[in-house]
């Protein structure tokens, strides 16, 4: 099983990042999908989550409107599109795959905000 996030790095505020989380050795399909943060000093949050087959989705109010996830079951990929990034957005975002008592998570990519 392994979770490659990939896309972070520093933008300035109020701009965009997509992020991507590439899955292999599980069936995807099958898995709820989420994007959580962790910043320096702070617990680790959840940011946005999508449901296997209806693909529902849930999202933080602090990134309500501004991040949208979504996922291609056909590419194994999950993806976080973060627009009008601000300060507090700056974190190491990791991504997790969740099916009935089995969790899965990436190694995190580094978001930085900052002009």
């Known amino acids: 099983v392994q979770l490659v996030e990939s896309g972070g790095g520093l933008v300035q505020p109020g701009g965009s990042l997509r992020l991507s989380c590439a899955a292999s050795g599980f069936t995807f399909s099958s898995y709820v999908m989420s994007w959580y943060r962790q910043a320096p000093g702070k617990e680790r949050e959840l940011v946005a989550v999508i449901g296997s087959i209806s693909s529902s989705t849930h999202y933080a109010d602090s990134v309500m409107g501004r991040f949208t996830i979504s996922r291609d079951n056909a590419k194994n990929t999950v993806y976080l599109q973060m627009n009008s990034l601000k300060p507090e957005d700056a974190a190491v975002y990791y991504c997790?795959?969740?099916?009935?008592?089995?969790?899965?998570w990436g190694q995190g990519t580094q978001v930085a905000v900052s002009s």
């Open positions: 997790k795959a969740k099916y009935m008592t089995l969790n899965y």
